[in-house]
């Protein structure tokens, strides 16, 4: 069982920037960072490797969200630059344990709770 712990929500007016953090219990295979706006599908965001450090974005956030991970704390962090109001969601932090599509939410084993962003324009 991974327990994940996501931080750094907030609110943002259009163009700022927020830090999402997430703490795992454990090691895991991938950490990925999915998204749930209202009334909407929750769609993928980035995924890092534990081993490789490889990573894989969404279009619509390539160029401005950053992944990386910090494997002696445990910790994936998500940098996201030039935000903008479509940017709004539940972002959630999620551990997948073995190799599988790590753009689908079915190949992740543990979810967090979520952390709030919200967008301003």
């Known amino acids: 069982q991974v327990q994940l712990v996501e931080s750094g929500g907030g609110l943002v007016q259009a163009g700022g920037s927020l830090r999402l953090s997430c703490t795992a219990s454990g090691r895991t295979f991938a950490t990925g960072w999915f998204r749930q706006a209202p009334g909407k599908e929750r769609e993928f965001v980035a995924v890092?490797?534990?081993?490789?450090?490889?990573?894989i974005y969404a279009d619509s956030v390539k160029g401005r969200f950053t992944i990386s991970r910090d494997n002696a704390k445990n910790t994936v962090d998500l940098e996201m630059n030039n935000l903008k109001p479509e940017d709004t969601a539940i972002y959630y932090c999620?551990?997948?344990?073995?190799?599988?599509?790590?753009?689908?939410?079915?190949?992740?084993?543990?979810w967090g709770q979520g952390t709030q962003v919200t967008v301003s324009s």
């Open positions: 999620a551990a997948a344990q073995a190799l599988g599509a790590l753009t689908v939410r079915g190949a992740y084993d543990y």
């Open positions: 890092i490797m534990g081993n490789s450090g490889g990573k």
